[in-house]
């Protein structure tokens, strides 16, 4: 058995059902990741938190899933790879660049390529970022304040996929068309 139980609404510790429900009600169901975070309730308040907070930033819905995509592909979130290829095509974003965030090739668009460059440049220099880069990130036409969206997005997307990993959660079968393994 697992240290981590895909928990119900009605076996879930009772901090985490509200997280929970809510979360049913946005998807139509709990993803099986969510019923495994609930274990914690902290974990998984905090992250649907950080998250929705990261939704409010000033980077566009697209170029959110830009940095959503390159956390989780980096990282080896089948779960997160999977669910955010789904939001994308749902966004109708071109499948051309979902399946270059899902293969962690260059991006069709310069501007979101920028983006994903810089993403993955916070990850690897923990935020040292080099001047160059963070220059060549601003002449893509993002901003200081983009900048540290991008943190913020790493931060809540690390917390995401590193828990997904620990609890080994699940691809829900919703979520099938759009299985992801790392390479």
């Given at each position: 058995?697992?240290a981590?139980?895909?928990h ?9 059902r509200?997280?929970m ?7 139509g169901?709990?993803p ?6 609930a274990?914690?309730?902290e974990?998984l ?16 819905p697209?170029?959110?899933?830009v940095?959503?995509?390159?956390v ?25 660049l979902?399946?270059?965030l ?25 935020g ?10 601003l ?13 913020l ?7 995401s ?5 620990l ?17």
């Amino acid at each position: 058995m697992s240290a981590f139980p895909d928990h119900t609404l009605d076996s879930a510790p009772a901090a985490a059902r509200a997280a929970m429900a809510a979360t049913a009600r946005h998807r139509g169901y709990v993803p099986a990741p969510v019923g495994r975070l609930a274990t914690s309730p902290e974990l998984l308040g905090g992250f649907l938190k950080l998250s929705g907070i990261f939704e409010t930033t000033t980077l566009a819905p697209v170029e959110r899933e830009v940095v959503v995509m390159t956390v989780a592909a980096r990282n080896e979130c089948h779960v997160c790879v999977a669910m955010h290829s789904e939001i994308l095509a749902a966004k109708e974003a071109p499948s051309a660049l979902i399946e270059a965030l899902r293969a962690q090739e260059r991006l069709p668009d310069a501007r979101l390529d920028g983006l994903r460059v810089f993403t993955l440049a916070v990850m690897d220099s923990a935020g040292a970022v080099p001047e160059e880069t963070l220059q060549a990130f601003l002449a893509h036409g993002f901003t200081a304040r983009n900048a540290l969206e991008v943190v913020l997005g790493v931060g809540t997307y690390t917390l995401s996929t590193f828990a997904n990993r620990l609890t080994d959660a699940p691809l829900d079968e919703a979520l099938a068309p759009f299985a992801w393994h790392a390479a």
